[in-house]
């Protein structure tokens, strides 16, 4: 089975437009988890998503980004997806 690679924003190796989609990704959610560092294997995509994360899930929003996080993993687990 194929493998997405996971890339490192703090590789020299890792690809310039790649490194900075996930710098970006990371200030705005104030820390990188695996997804992102697969979708930066397409910087436009992961490009694409950070501010469609942030519209959805935090622009406006009246919880703290805590309980915001909070919400979101109890809708994961209550839907049976684990990731």
Known sequence: MARI???DENDRDTDPSARAALLAAGQARGRLINV???????PEA????????????????????QHGELAYLTATTANDCFY
């Open 5 to 7: 690679p996971i890339l």
């Open 36 to 42: 992102y560092r697969a979708m930066a294997n397409r």
């Open 46 to 65: 992961l490009a694409a998503l950070t501010p469609l994360l942030q519209t959805v899930y935090r622009k406006d929003s009246t919880l703290s980004p």
